[in-house]
């Protein structure tokens, strides 16, 4: 059955049904397989129904295990020589904020602290709180209750696939009334931000790094229900980063944005400053800086027009000369 592969099932629903809950995360189909036939006939279940009911109780639920984020607050960390952070940090919904700081200095770290909700278990030993509460066990370990989508440096697709049947499946699995539609959305939206065309015929497997990001993206800020994205390093992704950015703030998400840019780093109201593994200082972005962005953009679609010919194998005077 269509979509029956790619669910995964919720534990939430399985104990609300009374269903046995597996020990590791599943698809639904394989759930169904391992499924005894005495639960199967006596709950009167058939995989369509089971799936049918899966959908509507996902569809109904908000992200986050059925919390709406208000904010998501980081404690209590410790530098790498064990010293403890300079400053909390606090973010809340439609808020970019950018990490900055030299290699190596933890950036990463701190995003991969967000995305598991660390609880002092980490070599940070920082504590994630969310609306001001520990997050319930199953916020760190149940995908669909998970809050955070990740969008990191490399992501190459191994489906074999088509974009279009991609899209529309993960639209279905999400309970989108009209998946083929929602698919149609996320494909435009990527082939906007995608250096290179693509279209929805294309196989996954043949997706360059630059447009299997721009897919990404697009799905996580259009389809995905997690209100928080974290991304690793974006200005190397091939994708118009700035687009992206809007892609994700329009729809109220937090977005976290590890990166050596100068426009990204100043493209939300403040940027977090890694030092040592350690948060040194949280800095907002000063009306002057506000200013310099203009002037900044203006360079880089210069660079990016530089960029383009690169691409296209032309000579580059002309696209640098070009006003
Ligand atoms: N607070 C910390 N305590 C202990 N170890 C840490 C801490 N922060 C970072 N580290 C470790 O330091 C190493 C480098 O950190 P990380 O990869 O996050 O740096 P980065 O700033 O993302 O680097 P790059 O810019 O090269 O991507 C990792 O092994 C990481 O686990």
Known sequence: MTGAATMTVDTDFLRRHGLPVPAAACSLQDYWQSL?????????????????????????RPAGGGITLECLEVTQGCDKDGQPEAVPLCL????????????????????????????????????????GATPAPRMRVSAEARLVAQISQNMNFVLDLHVEDFLSLHAESCG???????????????????????????PLTQLSGGQSRALMIADAALLSAKPVVLIDE??????DRRQALRLFTSRGKIVLLSTHDPLLALSGARRVIIRNGGIAAVVATSPEEQALQAELQAHDHRLARLRDAVRRGETLLPAWQQT
């Open 176 to 202: 989108v009334a009209d998946p083929r539609a929602a698919a149609r959305t996320v494909l435009d939206a990527a082939i906007a931000m995608a250096g290179e065309p693509f279209t929805a015929a294309t």
């Open 36 to 60: 005894p036939w005495e639960v199967r006939d006596g709950g009167g279940w058939t995989l369509a129904a089971l799936q049918e009911q899966l959908r509507a109780f996902l569809a109904a």
């Open 234 to 239: 974006i200005e190397n992704a091939g994708v």
């Open 92 to 131: 809340r919904p439609g808020e970019v904020v950018a990490i900055v700081g030299p290699t190596g200095s933890g950036k990463s770290r701190l995003l991969a602290d967000i995305e598991c909700l660390a609880q002092g278990d980490t070599p940070s030993r920082r504590v994630v709180r969310v609306n």
